[in-house]
């Protein structure tokens, strides 16, 4: 009994329920059948036909919603994962293109290129709040755009391959790309991306820094006052987390079509579908793959509905905003509940 | 005083009939009958966690009873929200308030019952009617002030007139004076009986027998969410309160026996921060040093400073002979400090957190983890002995540390602190809202942190806990250290015109 309760009291649990009724009646409003809609959704995505899209969509959300959670689970905020992503991609790229190593020692090191230029340009935005006092929100998000025209100006000059009308650089050469499982799209890059978010896991409930994480994100005057360095830790979660969007980054040129594309990693907003997931999840380790999930879900099972009833997939938009509204009221709740214990001590 | 008249005679305000009130793992009120008539001052006592504050808020409407009814002027009544039930003339005030800093006194006090004058606030109105109150209830107070410039008393006034404006019959406040000089307490007791005298009724939440026997009429005793006694004020003594609070004799006000002080743990020389200068002071192993004075006089400012978590601005501070006057708050506890601050919600845990991550802090990195893996069975571990050792009462150590009441969140602060085992130990308010059994708890401990040949440094408002403990007492009057006496000199008299700067006194008072 308490343990329904619980869930059915779970916010997260109540903002994804009142998005999916809120949809429906939508759907009613609109004249069309709310059943076959969502059913379209589902056998869309997770059917045979979709479940390969899905789980490529995946890979890029879960890796970037793993990368803003690990600072937010610190109460940080990342907005630069675009520029992480962009110059994680390109760095795999020149790797990818110039490394005289044999092909799958050069797979790897690009992965870590891409890891290493994501984390490096991320631990730049904490040396600017540590340093010289700029709000990491400001200074992640501000240094996100030259490193997006940088490397695009890396793909429409310099890298750019010969002859082509596209802003892109040439394709990576025979056998620098990541192995899918059979004819499907998947790579192993999703299997990176689950060994992270086990890793997440793993330092968050077992390790003493992911308790110091933890503890700043819960009240970061706690842990500053048990001696916890702020300044390290934000560093090194700023560190880590642009590891990861550098890595998405690297997945994506490791994969079809084997190249950087200028503004392909970026166009469909992967790095904010993320964001709303960590949100979403309040940086769980769990709850953020969960949620990570859900909107790789509705992503591609929206145009799978598209293609197969008269819904336009916009309905799984309205759907995303609506849990986000109720997630953004969800976010007052720790607080008020908080609040509310404390004036009855 | 004269004795109330019979229960009987008078019509009850408010009745709370069979209250029964189950959280997980814990019974917080058992089937609890209470009775306060119109104009009385109710006192409700009990130990940390007997289930005052559960009550309160059924009352309230905060939380929902699981059994029992409630009763205002004689008509059954079902609370969905605060609202409610000031709508039927209760009025709460909160042990941590509930005003808005950056508006002024008279904006908070009708905040969300504004005199309108065509559909928009009318301010003068709203001023004129704070002064009216302010007034009639001698709650003196500038309309016009700013509440985040106000002293802890004055808001407490703000809030007070918050509920009489809604036209509140009956106060509830859950321990008022936890955070109030003795003047300012003074003065509140003073606000209260006239506001009982014109038939108001105040249910006061306190853990201060002096406070009970002097402003209340009935006392109801709780004891594991029980009524175990219901006594007459007049009637009754400090012992017997307190025997059936804690179903034991207990000693109050004990003067523990010296210590035998031998090296010097810290020493600061002419330390200066922000509102403190040129303090001098030395701690020795196997010694409490007392800190006494009015609140806001730099206590807090110097702690701080000594903790690592305020920038010194001049002077040296060394601990164990080396300086660490600069050092970071995390080299200062690997060097031997360790630390309970006065504000346990927003700086001693995190309330969200478990209480086993919150008594993990600090030694998450030493005793508990090996090479940077902290296991759970560990934390778990840890928490279930401090748990034990020093009596805390939590329904097991994986509920949120805001679900305790307000004493054993602090027993827990106390316990994570005193396991460092540190050379030096500071401590700010250790006994703020906790029982008086609890009290001697923690005041045994500190002695026995001493015997065991530990520097202390306490910071506390209560003079009576200060000449129980401390070897030597510091008083601080503005900034600086003005005043130092051995145990034997530091009588209340002597520290109490030391606390006041010598001539004149600088209370608020009316
Ligand atoms: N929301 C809650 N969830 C779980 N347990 C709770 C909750 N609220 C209170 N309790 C438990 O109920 C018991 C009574 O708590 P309450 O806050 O009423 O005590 P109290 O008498 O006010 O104590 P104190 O003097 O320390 O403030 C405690 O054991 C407490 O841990
Ligand atoms: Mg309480």
Same mark, same amino acid.
């Given at each position: 009994?308490?343990?329904?309760?619980?869930?059915?009291?779970?916010?997260?649990?109540?903002?994804?329920?009142?998005?999916?009724?809120?949809?429906?009646?939508?759907?009613?409003?609109?004249?069309?059948?709310?059943?076959?809609?969502?059913?379209?959704?589902?056998?869309?995505?997770?059917?045979?036909?979709?479940?390969?899209?899905? @789980?490529?969509?995946?890979?890029?959300?879960?890796?970037?919603?793993?990368?803003?959670?690990?600072?937010?689970?610190?109460?940080?905020?990342?907005?630069?994962?675009?520029? *992480?992503?962009?110059?994680?991609?390109?760095? #795999?790229?020149?790797?990818?293109?110039?490394?005289?190593?044999?092909?799958?020692?050069?797979?790897?090191?690009?992965?870590?290129?891409?890891?290493?230029?994501?984390?490096?340009?991320? #631990?730049?935005?904490?040396?600017?709040?540590?340093?010289?006092?700029?709000?990491?929100?400001?200074?992640?998000?501000?240094?996100?755009?030259?490193?997006?025209?940088?490397?695009?100006?890396?793909?429409?000059?310099?890298? +750019?391959?010969?002859?082509?009308?596209?802003?892109?650089?040439?394709?990576?050469?025979?056998?620098?790309?990541?192995?899918?499982?059979?004819?499907?799209?998947?790579?192993?890059?999703?299997?990176?991306?689950?060994?992270?978010?086990?890793?997440?896991?793993?330092?968050?409930?077992?390790?003493?820094?992911?308790?110091?994480?933890?503890?700043?994100?819960?009240?970061?005057?706690?842990?500053?006052?048990?001696?916890?360095?702020?300044?390290?830790?934000?560093?090194?979660?700023?560190?880590?987390?642009?590891?990861?969007?550098?890595?998405?980054?690297?997945?994506?040129?490791?994969?079809?079509?084997?190249?950087?594309?200028?503004?392909?990693?970026?166009?469909?907003?992967?790095?904010?579908?993320?964001?709303?997931?960590?949100?979403?999840?309040?940086?769980?380790?769990?709850?953020?793959?969960?949620?990570?999930?859900?909107?790789?879900?509705?992503?591609?099972?929206?145009?799978?509905?598209?293609?197969?009833?008269?819904?336009?997939?916009?309905?799984?938009?309205?759907?995303?905003?609506?849990?986000?509204?109720?997630?953004?009221?969800?976010?007052?709740?720790?607080?008020?509940?908080?609040?509310?214990?404390?004036?009855?001590? | 005083?004269?004795?109330?008249?019979?229960?009987?005679?008078?019509?009850?305000?408010?009745?709370?009939?069979?209250?029964? +009130?189950?959280?997980?793992?814990?019974?917080?009120?058992?089937?609890?009958?209470?009775?306060?008539?119109?104009?009385?001052?109710?006192?409700?006592?009990?130990?940390?966690?007997?289930?005052?504050?559960?009550?309160?808020?059924?009352?309230?409407?905060?939380?929902?009873?699981?059994?029992?009814? $409630?009763? $205002?002027?004689?008509?059954?009544?079902?609370?969905?929200?605060?609202?409610?039930?000031?709508?039927?003339?209760?009025?709460?005030?909160?042990q941590s308030f509930k005003l808005f800093d950056s508006l002024t006194v008279a904006e908070n006090v009708v905040y969300a019952a504004e005199p309108r004058r065509f559909g928009l606030v009318?301010?003068?109105?709203?001023? !004129?009617?704070?002064?009216?109150?302010?007034?009639?209830?001698?709650?003196?107070?500038?309309?016009?002030?700013?509440?985040?410039?106000?002293?802890?008393?004055?808001?407490?006034?703000?809030?007070?007139?918050?509920?009489?404006?809604?036209?509140?019959?009956?106060?509830?406040?859950?321990?008022?004076?936890?955070?109030?000089?003795?003047?300012?307490?003074?003065?509140?007791?003073?606000?209260? +009986?006239?506001?009982?005298? *014109?038939?108001?009724?105040?249910?006061?939440?306190?853990?201060?027998?002096?406070?009970?026997?002097?402003?209340?009429?009935?006392?109801?005793?709780?004891?594991?969410?029980?009524?175990?006694?219901? @006594?007459?004020?007049?009637?009754?003594?400090?012992?017997?309160?307190?025997?059936?609070?804690?179903?034991?004799?207990?000693?109050?006000?004990?003067?523990?026996?010296?210590?035998?002080?031998?090296?010097?743990?810290?020493?600061?020389?002419?330390? #200066?921060?922000?509102?403190?200068?040129?303090?001098?002071?030395?701690?020795?192993?196997?010694?409490?040093?007392?800190?006494?004075?009015?609140?806001?006089?730099?206590?807090?400012?110097?702690?701080?400073?000594?903790?690592?978590?305020?920038?010194?601005?001049?002077?040296?501070?060394?601990?164990?002979?080396?300086?660490?006057?600069?050092?970071?708050?995390?080299?200062?506890?690997?060097?031997?400090?360790?630390?309970?601050?006065?504000?346990?919600?927003?700086?001693?845990?995190?309330?969200?957190?478990?209480?086993?991550?919150?008594?993990?802090?600090?030694?998450?990195?030493?005793?508990?983890?090996?090479?940077?893996? @902290?296991?759970?069975?560990?934390?778990?571990?840890?928490?279930?002995?401090?748990?034990?050792?020093?009596?805390?009462?939590?329904?097991?150590?994986?509920?949120?540390?805001?679900?305790?009441?307000?004493?054993?969140?602090?027993?827990? @602060?106390?316990?994570?602190?005193?396991?460092?085992?540190?050379?030096?130990?500071?401590?700010?308010?250790?006994?703020?809202?906790?029982?008086?059994?609890?009290?001697?708890?923690?005041?045994? *401990?500190?002695?026995?942190?001493?015997?065991?040949?530990?520097?202390?440094?306490?910071?506390?408002?209560?003079?009576?806990?200060?000449?129980?403990?401390?070897?030597? $007492?510091?008083?601080?009057?503005?900034?600086?250290?003005?005043?130092?006496?051995?145990?034997?000199?530091?009588?209340?008299?002597?520290?109490?015109?030391?606390?006041?700067?010598?001539?004149?006194?600088?209370?608020? !008072?009316?």
């Amino acid at each position: 009994m308490h343990r329904i309760k619980a869930v059915v009291a779970s916010p997260v649990a109540f903002s994804v329920l009142a998005g999916v009724v809120i949809g429906a009646l939508f759907l009613v409003g609109t004249g069309a059948d709310p059943v076959a809609a969502y059913e379209a959704v589902i056998t869309g995505s997770l059917g045979a036909d979709g479940i390969g899209s899905t @789980l490529t969509t995946l890979t890029s959300v879960l890796g970037l919603a793993l990368a803003l959670a690990v600072p937010l689970r610190a109460g940080l905020i990342n907005l630069g994962g675009d520029g *992480q992503l962009v110059l994680g991609g390109m760095a #795999a790229a020149v790797t990818g293109l110039y490394s005289p190593l044999p092909a799958p020692l050069t797979v790897v090191l690009s992965l870590l290129a891409g890891m290493a230029a994501g984390a490096g340009y991320a #631990a730049l935005a904490a040396v600017c709040e540590n340093r010289f006092g700029v709000p990491l929100l400001v200074s992640s998000l501000l240094l996100s755009y030259p490193a997006a025209s940088f490397a695009s100006y890396l793909a429409r000059y310099p890298l +750019k391959e010969p002859g082509s009308s596209l802003p892109q650089t040439r394709q990576l050469p025979d056998g620098v790309a990541l192995a899918t499982f059979g004819s499907s799209t998947v790579t192993v890059g999703l299997l990176l991306v689950v060994v992270a978010a086990a890793a997440y896991w793993f330092t968050d409930r077992r390790t003493a820094f992911g308790y110091e994480m933890r503890m700043t994100g819960l009240n970061a005057r706690f842990s500053a006052y048990a001696g916890v360095e702020r300044k390290g830790l934000t560093l090194r979660l700023m560190a880590v987390s642009g590891a990861l969007a550098g890595l998405v980054g690297a997945i994506g040129v490791l994969s079809f079509p084997y190249r950087f594309l200028d503004g392909s990693l970026t166009a469909s907003g992967y790095t904010w579908t993320g964001l709303t997931a960590a949100l979403l999840a309040a940086a769980s380790p769990v709850g953020t793959v969960l949620a990570s999930f859900f909107f790789a879900v509705l992503q591609v099972g929206g145009l799978s509905m598209e293609r197969t009833t008269e819904v336009p997939r916009e309905l799984t938009q309205v759907l995303q905003a609506i849990v986000i509204v109720f997630l953004a009221a969800r976010l007052r709740f720790p607080q008020w509940w908080f609040n509310r214990r404390k004036e009855a001590v | 005083m004269t004795p109330p008249p019979p229960a009987d005679m008078r019509e009850a305000a408010v009745e709370l009939r069979g209250i029964t +009130k189950r959280f997980p793992g814990t019974l917080a009120n058992d089937a609890v009958d209470l009775t306060v008539s119109r104009g009385e001052i109710h006192a409700l006592m009990g130990e940390n966690g007997a289930g005052k504050s559960t009550l309160m808020s059924v009352l309230y409407g905060m939380e929902r009873p699981d059994a029992g009814t $409630v009763h $205002v002027d004689g008509r059954e009544v079902t609370f969905s929200d605060p609202g409610d039930a000031m709508a039927a003339g209760l009025g709460m005030v909160h042990q941590s308030f509930k005003l808005f800093d950056s508006l002024t006194v008279a904006e908070n006090v009708v905040y969300a019952a504004e005199p309108r004058r065509f559909g928009l606030v009318d301010r003068g109105a709203a001023r !004129r009617r704070v002064r009216e109150l302010a007034e009639e209830h001698g709650l003196a107070v500038d309309p016009d002030a700013l509440v985040g410039d106000l002293p802890v008393g004055l808001r407490q006034r703000v809030e007070i007139l918050k509920l009489l404006h809604r036209g509140a019959r009956t106060l509830i406040l859950d321990e008022p004076t936890a955070v109030l000089t003795p003047a300012e307490a003074d003065a509140l007791f003073a606000v209260l +009986k006239s506001l009982a005298a *014109q038939g108001r009724t105040v249910i006061l939440v306190t853990h201060k027998l002096r406070e009970v026997l002097e402003g209340s009429d009935n006392v109801t005793v709780l004891r594991d969410g029980r009524v175990v006694a219901r @006594l007459v004020t007049a009637e009754t003594s400090a012992a017997d309160i307190a025997a059936a609070m804690t179903g034991r004799a207990v000693e109050l006000d004990r003067v523990h026996a010296s210590g035998t002080p031998g090296a010097t743990v810290l020493d600061v020389t002419d330390l #200066a921060t922000d509102g403190v200068r040129g303090v001098q002071l030395a701690v020795r192993a196997g010694e409490i040093v007392g800190i006494a004075g009015v609140a806001g006089n730099g206590q807090s400012e110097l702690v701080e400073a000594l903790a690592g978590l305020r920038p010194v601005t001049a002077g040296r501070v060394a601990l164990l002979g080396d300086d660490i006057t600069h050092a970071s708050a995390t080299e200062r506890r690997a060097r031997g400090l360790a630390y309970v601050p006065e504000d346990r919600h927003a700086v001693g845990t995190a309330p969200a957190a478990s209480v086993a991550d919150n008594l993990a802090m600090g030694h998450h990195r030493t005793s508990l983890s090996s090479r940077g893996l @902290l296991p759970p069975t560990a934390v778990r571990g840890h928490a279930q002995r401090l748990i034990e050792r020093f009596g805390i009462k939590a329904s097991s150590p994986e509920v949120p540390a805001s679900s305790l009441s307000g004493g054993n969140l602090q027993k827990l @602060l106390i316990g994570r602190e005193l396991a460092h085992d540190a050379p030096l130990l500071l401590v700010e308010q250790p006994t703020r809202g906790v029982d008086i059994g609890a009290v001697q708890n923690i005041h045994d *401990q500190l002695i026995a942190y001493r015997d065991a040949g530990h520097a202390v440094l306490l910071v506390s408002a209560e003079l009576s806990e200060i000449r129980g403990l401390a070897d030597r $007492v510091l008083v601080m009057y503005e900034g600086r250290v003005t005043a130092s006496y051995d145990k034997a000199e530091a009588d209340e008299r002597t520290l109490g015109l030391a606390m006041a700067g010598g001539p004149a006194p600088t209370e608020v !008072r009316d």
